[in-house]
T-cell receptor, first 113, second 111 residues
Framework: AQSVTQLGSHVSVSEGALVLLRCNYSSSVPPYLFWYVQYPNQGLQLLLKYTSAATLVKGINGFEAEFKKSETSFHLTKPSAHMSDAAEYFCAVSETGYQKVTFGTGTKLQVIP | EADIYQTPRYLVIGTGKKITLECSQTMGHDKMYWYQQDPGMELHLIHYSYGVNSTEKGDLSSESTVSRIRTEHFPLTLESARPSHTSQYLC??????????FGSGTRLTVV
């Protein structure tokens, strides 16, 4: 069975500081991994996805994530936080060919001026 | 420009009323999904469809029903709303087993 664990339901960073949002997954087969962002009163928007190609994946808005099989991790990073990055971020996993996606509980990112 | 549309965005309704949440997409995706989202909780899959006339219940037990008569349309119906149904409902679609496109959601309050 597939599952996702996001460490930290709330993360605060200063504007200009590094953003690091943690995600660990469990999957019995090679996974597809995703990060989504949700702004207030909106649906989820895809930030980036890993589908067994390059282990370092670049997404929109300057975010990137690295797939580390040995650590079963897919952490999301951004070198310099902007105020507009304040939102909730969801990690998700789909087992190859399974066709259903399991989402984590989300991490709310606060950016302090 | 949104490719998947949910209406209404907000709905306050009395207990016992029948309601239908609408979801339409213009991308021609075969796969569509309904998720329930509550604060601090993971998104729960309540219904999904892999094509016309195909519907399945998801991982979370739900008293709602869905239909898929047309590829682009995937409405969700609650026959008798209860306060426990108060939540945000998100509709999504996908082409393959990869990334989903989400609608903006319907925030339902049952009083």
């Amino acid at each position: 069975a597939q599952s996702v664990t996001q460490l930290g339901s709330h993360v605060s960073v200063s504007e200009g500081a590094l953003v690091l949002l943690r995600c660990n997954y469990s999957s019995s087969v090679p996974p597809y991994l995703f990060w989504y962002v949700q702004y207030p009163n909106q649906g989820l928007q895809l930030l980036l996805k890993y589908t067994s190609a390059a282990t370092l994946v670049k997404g929109i808005n300057g975010f990137e994530a690295e797939f580390k099989k040995s650590e079963t991790s897919f952490h999301l990073t951004k070198p310099s936080a902007h105020m507009s990055d304040a939102a909730e971020y969801f990690c998700a996993v789909s087992e190859t060919g399974y066709q259903k996606v399991t989402f984590g509980t989300g991490t709310k990112l606060q950016v302090i001026p | 420009e949104a490719d998947i549309y949910q209406t209404p965005r907000y709905l306050v309704i009395g207990t016992g009323k029948k309601i239908t949440l609408e979801c339409s997409q213009t991308m021609g995706h075969d796969k569509m999904y309904w998720y329930q989202q509550d604060p601090g909780m993971e998104l729960h899959l309540i219904h999904y469809s892999y094509g016309v006339n195909s519907t399945e219940k998801g991982d979370l037990s739900s008293e709602s029903t869905v239909s898929r008569i047309r590829t682009e349309h995937f409405p969700l119906t609650l026959e008798s709303a209860r306060p426990s149904h108060t939540s945000q409902y998100l509709c999504a679609s996908s082409e393959y087993e990869e990334s989903y496109t989400f609608g903006s959601g319907t925030r339902l309050t049952v009083v």
